[in-house]
């Protein structure tokens, strides 16, 4: 039986080298420029989400974000875990 990969979303652009590196383990979903809305919407189907400095990323986004695991922040490294 194959596991499905986690979906992850990229809210924004970043290197390729971050994206090759991500690629063989998980189905890539690159959305930028979305509305917040539009956020909230992509937000319920990934496990992690990976963002930089225009992604704002509020406590309702949070709140959609049903599977969500983990939001990366790329310019500083970080990473914050939510389970």
């Known amino acids: 039986m194959t596991q499905q990969k986690p979906k992850v979303l990229v809210t924004e652009p970043i290197h390729q080298a971050g994206l090759d590196l991500l690629q063989p383990e998980v189905e890539l979903v ?3 420029n979305m509305t917040p809305g ?3 919407e992509e937000i319920a189907c990934v496990e ?10 509020t406590r309702e986004v949070i709140k959609k974000g049903a599977k969500l ?3 990366g922040k790329t310019r500083f490294s970080k990473w914050i875990m939510l389970s």
Do not use: D, E, G
């Open 48 to 57: 992690p989400v990976v963002v930089r400095s225009l992604t704002n990323i």
């Open 69 to 71: 695991l983990v939001i």
């Open 38 to 40: 539009q956020l909230m």
């Open 30 to 32: 690159l959305k930028y």
